[in-house]
């Protein structure tokens, strides 16, 4: 499956923003779907994950009552609302993907996923 992720742009400490990332070539219904992000000078790290359609999401500590994710199998897109953003958000934010039958459970790891979308930067302004 191919993915595009897009919708980061500037947006200032307190703010929402809303990514989303669509998927050609196949349904997504039958995948593990995860968020990832890579802040300046440090090393990509999981944010969200929605192992099953929505029935069962992670997130990473940091974003946890802020962050959701969610899908629509039908449009073939996944998405990632943040909202109360805060300036160590900012990060260049990639969408992932799994087949289910691939999937082994460790939905925080990045080497879990084989298909990447390009990235779509979010930069929060204190």
């Known amino acids: 499956v191919q993915l595009q992720a897009f919708g980061g742009g500037l947006v200032q400490a307190g703010g929402s923003q809303r990514l989303s990332c669509t998927a050609s070539?196949?349904?997504?219904?039958?995948?593990?779907m995860g968020w990832f992000c890579q802040a300046p000078g440090k090393e990509r790290e999981f944010v969200a994950a929605?192992?099953?359609?929505?029935?069962?999401?992670y997130y990473a500590d940091s974003v946890k009552g802020r962050f959701t994710i969610s899908r629509d199998n039908a449009k073939n897109t996944m998405y990632l609302q943040m909202n109360s953003l805060k300036p160590e958000d900012t990060a260049v934010y990639y969408c992932?993907?799994?087949?289910?039958?691939?999937?082994?459970?460790?939905?925080?790891?990045?080497?879990?996923?084989?298909?990447w979308g390009q990235g779509t930067l979010v930069t929060v302004s204190s």
């Open positions: 070539g196949r349904t997504l219904r039958k995948y593990v």
């Open positions: 929605d192992t099953s359609s929505g029935g069962n999401t």
């Open positions: 992932a993907s799994v087949s289910s039958w691939l999937y082994s459970g460790h939905y925080y790891l990045d080497e879990e996923y084989d298909s």
